[in-house]
């Protein structure tokens, strides 16, 4: 079991890519990689809010605790 | 802001560099007098200042056991040293905080520790001749200063090794 992050099934569902997003949220695109690959060992409630508010969602629809 | 650059980090290394080469000439100089002893014994006993005492084997052995255990600390200063440079280096990188520094300094640690025993066994075996009636005298022995080292030491290798988890969390985080 693991902590999931749904970020590629959002922007699926907005219709928007990850570099977009990038430039609406003001972190990098390796870092959104990142958190999209699973591989961030920790999200900045800063960077949630500001993920939530682009993505127009709540911070459960982007995080998932399931089997990985 | 940029950093203001440091004139401490130029000179530890370049006093680090010297303090190398001068270790190895004092180790070079402990082999040498090591090795003269075995084929000039008189020569010895005259250097250091015994004229007219023909000093026992055991205690000749004795001496050049102290000689013998100076060459080890030779061998620990070197590594102590090597690993010093290595951390200043890193720092003059400006990336410090791997964990490479804090096994480092662990290992420092672990030098520093083995460097004050070995005062104290050359401290005991010169009190062991010294009682024998000849005015011998080794600058080894305990130190405050140097225990305190050894246990600052440990204790700074551990902060670093937290500092460089924490860090690497740091890192990892978006």
Redesign the interface.
Known sequence: MAILVNLDELLHDRRMTLTELAERVD?TLA??S??KTG??????FS?LEAICEALECQPGDLLEFGDA | MTKPQSTALPIAYVVLRILIVLNWFFGACILALLTYTLINEPWMVKALGMSGFTPERWVMMAMRGIAALGLVAILFNNELLKRLLAIVDTVRRGDPFVADNAYRLNAIAWLLLALQLLSLVIAGIGKAIASHGNPFHVDAGFSVAGWLAVILTFVLARVFAEGTLMREDLEGTI
Not at chain 1, 39 to 44: M, S
């Open positions: 972190i870092n959104l990142i958190l591989k961030a060992r920790a999200i900045r960077t």
